[in-house]
């Protein structure tokens, strides 16, 4: 099975503040991977998939780079709305996993 | 607007069953794979399984932690996904999600749509 790392799982941010979240592959999936957001009773909502294409509708603050074994999300200017988990999938083979998450917030 | 809607959640018993049923609407659910992803209390996500549409043989796919206790179905006519819980572990206490797959090829494998999920206690 793929494992999928996320660091930091735990990260303090003002408004305004540049976030960066890194997701780390145990083998190369290529480009297949997605992010998620997820706010506290919500479901989780897509915002970026192929590593780095946004997904209709979400804010162009939010940007995916990456291939292989190595992915970031970034947040170039943290808004009010952005303090959530956030959760990175490989869609490259059986099983599909997910990072253990990333939770931003407040500081 | 595409729906899912969870229900059939509650409290059962170790070694007891529950069926979960997923309500969609808003799209062609015929044409769609669909998967039930959980998040057991204060942990991450975990995908569950997928059942994949009638074009590709209504063919499913599963994680070894539920493989051989649960069975994912759908019901086309009625734009119904289920998952069939057997033999349930307090382990298996977790939200429930439905979510649909963008497409059918490996590089749509993701999760476009979610329902809100519903609530399965397994405990004594």
């Known amino acids: 099975d793929i494992q999928l790392t996320q660091s930091p799982s735990f990260l303090s941010a003002s408004v305004g503040d540049r976030v960066t979240i890194t997701c780390r592959a145990s083998q190369g999936i290529s480009s297949s991977l997605a992010w998620y957001q997820q706010k506290p009773g919500k479901a989780p909502k897509l915002l970026i998939y192929?590593?780095?294409t946004l997904q209709s509708g979400v804010p162009s603050r939010f940007s995916g780079s990456g291939s292989g074994t190595e992915f970031t999300l970034t947040i170039s200017s943290l808004q009010p709305e952005d303090f959530a988990t956030y959760s990175c999938?490989?869609?490259?083979?059986?099983?599909?996993?997910f990072g253990g998450g990333t939770k931003v917030e407040i500081k | 607007e595409v729906q899912l809607v969870e229900s059939g959640g509650g409290l059962v018993q170790p070694e007891g069953s529950l069926r979960l049923s997923c309500a969609a609407s808003g799209f062609i659910f015929s044409d769609y794979y669909m998967d039930w992803v959980r998040q057991a209390p204060g942990k991450g996500l975990e995908w569950v399984g997928r059942i994949r549409n009638k074009a590709n043989g209504i063919s499913t796919e599963y994680a070894a932690s539920v493989k051989g206790r649960f069975t994912i179905s759908r019901h086309d006519s009625n734009n119904f996904l289920y998952l069939q819980m057997s033999s349930l572990k307090t382990e298996d206490t977790a939200i429930y999600y439905c979510?649909?797959?963008?497409?059918?090829?490996?590089?749509?494998?993701?999760?476009?749509?979610w329902g809100q999920g519903t609530l399965v206690t397994v405990s004594s």
């Open positions: 999938q490989h869609y490259n083979s059986y099983p599909l996993t």
């Open positions: 979510a649909r797959v963008r497409s059918s090829g490996w590089d749509g494998n993701y999760f476009d749509y």
């Open positions: 192929s590593a780095s």
